[in-house]
């Protein structure tokens, strides 16, 4: 895969990815401990937003969320996470994940540049996967910002996509944090 390539998807990413103008209360609530969730407008399928703070810096919590072997080990309902390609700051991921019988396979495109990260979706058993993480150096750590824009297959309700995206972040987002503050303070 060429860099042009991962330039043009991440150009095309920022502007097709919903956005969300975070006021000073949720960011106050986040560096508080709250996982804040909107919801925000797309013409087709879901499309939602967190914000939350970890207690460790910006580096620290991209090298948790570039470290896609390890997701089954502490990310909610993460069955498998598998680097097909790597190149530089690009990679190839296929995961599975799910809750009980109900299993879902994505192969994502990822870029890293900084603080960072950003994937589309090559193929799965969704229309559409594409997000991003940002990581935002804070007084005493990091504001991470999580985007996902999901567009089901077949003819799945877009409040039930909504619904179920916004149900699976706060313990998602927890997990994170757990995760980046634990590796952030072994020596």
């Known amino acids: 895969m060429k860099p042009a390539y991962f330039t043009a998807l991440l150009a095309a990413t920022l502007t097709a990815s919903p956005a969300f103008a975070w006021t000073a209360d949720e960011t106050q609530r986040a560096r508080k401990g709250e996982v804040v969730v909107h919801e ?14 970890v207690a460790a810096p910006p580096a620290a919590a991209i090298g948790v969320l ?22 530089a700051n690009d990679i190839v991921l ?27 979706l090559v193929r799965g058993d969704v229309a559409r996967n594409d997000g991003s993480w940002d990581a935002a150096a804070a007084p005493g750590g990091t504001m991470l910002t999580y985007k996902v ?39």
Not at 72 to 78: I, T, V, Y
């Open 94 to 120: 296929e995961q599975v994940g799910g809750q009980g019988p109900v299993n879902v396979t994505l192969v994502t495109k990822r870029h890293r540049a900084g603080n960072h990260i950003d994937w589309t």
């Open 40 to 53: 925000v407008t797309v013409a087709d399928g879901a499309a939602v937003e967190a914000i939350f703070y």
């Open 149 to 187: 824009h999901v567009v089901p297959k077949g003819p799945v309700p877009a409040r039930v996509t909504s619904f179920l995206q916004k149900q699976a972040l706060p313990s998602m987002c927890k997990a994170v944090r757990e995760r980046v503050e634990a590796v952030s303070r072994k020596p």
């Open 66 to 87: 570039w470290d896609h072997e390890k997701f089954p080990q502490f990310m909610p309902n993460a069955k498998t996470s598998r680097v097909l390609e790597r190149h």
